[in-house]
């Protein structure tokens, strides 16, 4: 099994910055991606970021390239979505992923999610 705690959410204004965290722990060896999404009221859940586990290679939605950064740091097996310039529209729950497969941008590939986390954009 794998466990996800997601950290870092709160409110902002327009243009500034937050950092979610996601800690990983388990069976983190079978982890081939880490995922971000997010689902903003009354729409689907979207893909927003990704990364692998082993490479380090890195996906990004295009409504977030430029401006969100997704990272590891393996001596913490934590993952971290820095975003900056924040948009209103930016607004919705986000929630970190893992999965075991090899479908790294659609909500079906993961087989585990943290609890999500609230990010506000104000503007």
């Known amino acids: 099994q794998v466990q996800l705690v997601e950290s870092g959410g709160g409110l902002v204004q327009a243009g500034g910055s937050l950092r979610l965290s996601c800690a990983a722990s388990?069976?983190?060896?079978?982890?081939?991606?880490m995922g971000w999404f997010r689902q903003a009221p009354g729409k689907e859940r979207e893909f927003v970021s990704a990364?692998?586990?082993?490479?380090?290679?890195?996906y990004y939605a295009d409504s977030v390239k430029g401006r969100f950064t997704v990272s590891r740091d393996n001596t913490k097996n934590t993952v971290y979505l820095q975003m900056n310039s924040l948009k209103p529209e930016d607004t919705a729950i986000y929630y970190c992923?893992?999965?075991?497969?090899?479908?790294?941008?659609?909500?079906?590939?993961?087989?585990?999610w943290g609890q999500g986390t609230q990010v506000t954009v104000s503007s």
């Open positions: 990364i692998r586990w082993s490479s380090y290679i890195t």
């Open positions: 992923a893992a999965t075991t497969g090899t479908v790294v941008n659609r909500r079906g590939g993961y087989d585990y």
């Open positions: 388990g069976r983190t060896f079978s982890i081939y991606a």
